[in-house]
């Protein structure tokens, strides 16, 4: 089609290095989810899966695919059988910031243990295996927020009651105005 930039983190150069596999969260997230039942391919995905760069137009930091086919993964889910090959791909920005690539990759190895939904049980685990870095501590983040925020219609969030506008730096509404506290 043409030569566009698509994903908001697409001037992420193309790493020569393939993508390193942190052992030590691989071992956590083993340890964590033993004893849950969620977790059906647990005995087989350190063997399992394999690790690949997405694409630097893709707009996702990870994702989990099974090779199998979506009948067949439920139908080994259900039987409690080995996934077959799983690919986890994560985005060449993460090398620019270790703890959310760490954080990311135990995100997509518990989807990859069978954890497949987000769930409270899957936020909760990752966080404890690899906590997310804060906004204040992530350039990359940073860098992602901004390209939300350069691409939404309302650039300023104002007050009807006192007149007061500021410069919109988060994707949520604001429930007060910064200036006289009404409710917007």
Known sequence: MGDAVNGPLSDTPEPSEPPHIPEDVVDAVLTTLSGHVEAVFLPWIAERFILEWL????????????EEGSAELIRRRRLRLDPGQVTIGLHPALLEDDAL???????????????????????????????????KDSVLLQRMRSAVLGGLKVQEWSCKACGYAWKRTTVRRPSRCLKCARRL
Not at 55 to 66: A, K
């Open 55 to 66: 694409s630097v137009d893709d707009d996702r930091l990870g994702m989990t695919r099974f």
């Open 101 to 135: 690539y760490r954080h990311t990759f135990a995100h997509e190895l518990f989807h990859a243990a069978g954890l497949t939904l987000h769930s409270e049980l899957h936020d909760s685990l990752t966080n404890q295996v690899a906590p997310s870095p804060a906004m």
